[in-house]
Nanobody
């Protein structure tokens, strides 16, 4: 069983930056598809960014140009670099992985990002 653990959340001012990390507990299971989702208070969870096969990326329109998803296979870690943050980015950010599946089916517990105005 693979576990995903997010870190890097916190409180930042508008215009600031944060880098989220998601560490997989095992490196012997190939996870071709990984992604970051977020859920703001009172809203549904939404896709933020995804990466497939290590090089194909997709971003939500609201974060394109500000966020960058990447992964380090040697460290079994997924990253989300977030720049030019706004209060609208405040949410719990979840890391997801597709384990023996084409769809994301394994999730971390989330890390809270709060952007103050």
């Amino acid at each position: 069983q693979v576990q995903l653990v997010e870190s890097g959340g916190g409180l930042v001012q508008t215009g600031g930056s944060l880098r989220l990390s998601c560490a997989a507990s095992r490196g012997d299971v190939a996870i071709r598809h990984m992604g970051w989702y977020r859920q703001a208070p009172g809203k549904q969870r939404e896709m933020v960014a995804s990466i497939i096969n290590g090089d194909t990326t997709n971003y939500a329109a609201s974060v394109k140009g500000r966020f960058t998803i990447s992964r380090d296979n040697a460290k079994n870690t997924l990253y989300l670099q977030m720049n030019s943050l706004t209060p609208e980015d405040t949410a719990v950010y979840y890391c997801g992985g597709a384990i023996l599946s084409n769809a994301l089916n394994t999730w971390g517990k989330g890390t809270l990002v709060t952007v103050s105005s």
